[in-house]
């Protein structure tokens, strides 16, 4: 990567703040696990064992202070405790924070996570990171017509090429991200992903990574016809391009999320966060040739939320791009 381009890249890929939601309610969702293949139930718990709400709170707080230690900014709002919001602990689904002060509101395809698009989570992230908002795009109409985009869920984006990458599911549908692309100003790079079984994959982000400096794809997943296309398209903004298999899918290892910090020492530094299945899923070669790429790889353990969920840290994490 050449020296023009990677301050490119480093200026506006990675947000230094991120908004992480409490949950007061975190289960299995059976209105999602008809599209989200990684979700599994669990055995009861035994009597006086901690409830899987409980599990998931203790995994939450564990995160916040994992990013806290690493200097990186964590708005931390609760959840509601009515309605009942299983999913709320993934906001970056409903909402995204852009450097230019927009606010992007997403059409969701279960219908009890509409309830998580909350107004009072937007002001209290203007009112403690400093983000103000200057326009609202709010792209929830769509869900009147079936029409789905689960924010950086369906879409992973290359801020510093402006290319918006989304594979195509029933959260994910190409209209939407064609109007989100427009008004954003990205370049839509459309495809399709299968799991193993042939099913759709459910998010992009289970199975594309985009860094500064490293890109970490799914590429099997990939159907033939477009794997070649979506490829090249990476390889074109000079990222090391590092390949996982349906395993690495499957274990979350392409849901990772890097971000900005500060270090007395380094200065300016990213810190990759994943979760600590992920970490372990990456082959000795993977985790050599992303550490050469970033500053510091956190990985923190989420086992309850990755099971009952489907998702995992880098869905938890909703960028706050505050302005340059």
Known sequence: MSESAFNRVSRQQCASAVLMIRPAWFDYNPQTAATNSLQQRLPPAAAGAPSANERARHEFQELVRA????????????????????????????????????????????????????????????????????????????????????????????????????????????????????????EPVMFQALDRKGAPIYHTNVLLFIGERAVVVGAASIVPADRERVLARLASSGREIIQIDHAGIEHFAGNMLELASWDEALGDCRVLVMSAVARRALSPDAYARLSACTDTILPVPVPTIETLGGGSVRCMLAEIFLPA
């Open 67 to 186: 990013l806290e230690s690493e200097g990186l900014s964590v708005c931390v709002v609760d959840d509601t405790p009515h309605p009942p919001k299983p999913d709320a602990v993934f906001p970056n689904n409903w909402v995204s924070f852009h450097a230019d002060g927009t606010v992007v509101l997403y059409p969701m395809h279960a219908e009890n996570r509409r309830a998580e698009r909350r107004r009072e989570v937007i002001d209290v992230v203007q009112e403690r990171c400093g983000f103000r908002m200057t326009r609202l795009l709010d792209l929830t109409p769509h869900e009147q017509q079936g029409r789905c985009l689960e924010g950086t869920g369906s879409l992973v984006l290359d801020h510093a090429n402006r290319v918006a990458y989304a594979s195509l599911s029933p959260r994910t549908h190409p209209a939407v991200v064609e109007e989100w692309a427009h008004a954003l100003g990205y």
